[in-house]
């Protein structure tokens, strides 16, 4: 299957495939992947297929192929992320209420979605007064500068890996100094005493896809919640079925080194 896909990506990339031809071959691919999975309709083995997959995150290291990962996209200069991201270069899904919204109203209406409606941290600043946020796996800062930007009485810690992002967290909030901390670590394999029940809310966009060992990682980033502190997580995800991206195949190898894709149930199986 893998053979084929590559076959067919490189024939695509030297113009000798036409869309409606790739798409077919693409939905192919999918379907057969997706009858990998379903073991024949077999529950019980998809069941145990699952919690032998569980078992291996569990034997595993937090995240592999973090050096990959920043090489593939994190540490790519951010100018170039600036010609195809809006104002708050966010990395991660945009909601577009109507086909007219633009990229930067996107941004900022998925951005109230996930800090107001789901996260409800007005509710949080009301309860709190002041309130500080950790944004892990930040990325350029997307959810923290919006928080910097609507609530004043809010500090954010942002955590990344990345230098580029780093500075440009930096560079874009000069004028909410004094009301956030750049950390730049690796959220797998980072613990600072100082951060433990540190926190009155988390948030996590598109990162815990990049990790693999949930006992590890969930059981520390609980550690850094106060008593009653919240955590808000987004991740791309399947309905049904949890695998790794190999690093032969394109998203893998060109995006996404080490990736997980978590299915629904995932975290319930890795909760603290």
């Given at each position: 299957m893998e053979r084929l896909f590559n076959t067919i990506l490189a024939l695509k990339e030297r113009g000798l495939l036409p869309d409606a031809v790739m798409r077919a071959l693409v939905r192919l691919m999918c379907a057969q992947w997706v009858k990998t999975f379903e073991c024949g309709g077999d529950l019980d083995k998809q069941a145990f297929y699952k919690k032998k997959y569980f078992e291996k995150l569990r034997?595993?290291?937090?995240?592999?192929?973090?050096d990959d990962a920043n090489i593939?996209?994190?540490e790519?200069?951010?100018?170039?992320f600036h010609l195809m991201l809006g104002p708050y270069l966010k990395y991660s899904c945009c909601l577009f209420p109507e086909a007219s919204t633009s990229l930067a109203d996107a941004e900022v209406a998925m951005l109230h979605t996930f800090i107001e409606q789901r996260l409800e941290l007005s509710e949080v600043v009301a309860a709190k007064g002041q309130v500080r946020m950790l944004d892990l796996g930040c990325g350029w800062g997307s959810h923290g500068s919006y928080v910097l930007d609507n609530y004043d009485d809010v500090?954010?810690?942002f955590l990344s890996n990345s230098a580029t992002q780093q500075e440009f967290i930096a560079s874009r909030n000069e004028r909410h100094a004094g009301r956030f901390t750049n950390v730049k670590a690796d959220a797998s394999t980072f613990d600072d005493p100082e951060f433990r029940g540190a926190f009155d809310v988390?948030?996590?966009?598109?990162?815990?896809?990049h990790m693999k060992n949930y006992d590890m990682v969930?059981?520390?980033v609980s550690s850094w919640l106060n008593d009653d502190g919240r955590m808000m997580v987004q991740i791309l995800g399947n309905r049904r079925f949890a695998y790794d991206f190999k690093t032969t195949d394109w998203m893998g190898k060109y995006f996404f080194a080490g990736g997980t894709m978590p299915s629904r149930d995932l975290f319930e199986h890795f909760l603290p």
């Amino acid at each position: 299957m893998e053979r084929l896909f590559n076959t067919i990506l490189a024939l695509k990339e030297r113009g000798l495939l036409p869309d409606a031809v790739m798409r077919a071959l693409v939905r192919l691919m999918c379907a057969q992947w997706v009858k990998t999975f379903e073991c024949g309709g077999d529950l019980d083995k998809q069941a145990f297929y699952k919690k032998k997959y569980f078992e291996k995150l569990r034997s595993s290291a937090g995240a592999l192929h973090q050096d990959d990962a920043n090489i593939q996209h994190y540490e790519v200069p951010t100018d170039f992320f600036h010609l195809m991201l809006g104002p708050y270069l966010k990395y991660s899904c945009c909601l577009f209420p109507e086909a007219s919204t633009s990229l930067a109203d996107a941004e900022v209406a998925m951005l109230h979605t996930f800090i107001e409606q789901r996260l409800e941290l007005s509710e949080v600043v009301a309860a709190k007064g002041q309130v500080r946020m950790l944004d892990l796996g930040c990325g350029w800062g997307s959810h923290g500068s919006y928080v910097l930007d609507n609530y004043d009485d809010v500090h954010v810690t942002f955590l990344s890996n990345s230098a580029t992002q780093q500075e440009f967290i930096a560079s874009r909030n000069e004028r909410h100094a004094g009301r956030f901390t750049n950390v730049k670590a690796d959220a797998s394999t980072f613990d600072d005493p100082e951060f433990r029940g540190a926190f009155d809310v988390i948030v996590s966009c598109e990162m815990l896809e990049h990790m693999k060992n949930y006992d590890m990682v969930l059981a520390k980033v609980s550690s850094w919640l106060n008593d009653d502190g919240r955590m808000m997580v987004q991740i791309l995800g399947n309905r049904r079925f949890a695998y790794d991206f190999k690093t032969t195949d394109w998203m893998g190898k060109y995006f996404f080194a080490g990736g997980t894709m978590p299915s629904r149930d995932l975290f319930e199986h890795f909760l603290p």
